[in-house]
């Protein structure tokens, strides 16, 4: 039961980190004048964020059960909705663990 819970707890932790990554606003520029506020998103590109989001976290919960093979199938699915870094460094952390440089 322990283990389950320090899952989740990572897993979240990882989906915080991944959603603080994708979205960031500046209030305003040092010369006064107000930046242009980012456009919402439209509701295709917000499921195509769900789905990359939640193989982002599927593939986190392979990787902290050992199983990277697994946990690479997943975010190469997550680059396929959504381009993020933290993805990439997921995937370069999986491919670490399997010897393939």
Known sequence: MRRVSSILVAACSAALIFLTGC???HEGTTTGTPEA???QR???SQVAHEAA???FVDGSMFEMK???????LEYQDALRYEKD???Y????KCYTQLGKH
Do not use: W
């Open 85 to 87: 870094d933290a993805v």
């Open 42 to 44: 439209d509701s295709a």
């Open 53 to 55: 989001l939640q193989h």
């Open 89 to 92: 460094f997921a995937l370069s």
């Open 66 to 72: 050992g199983e990277y093979a697994q946990a690479v």
């Open 23 to 25: 979205g960031s606003t």
């Open 37 to 39: 506020q980012p456009a």
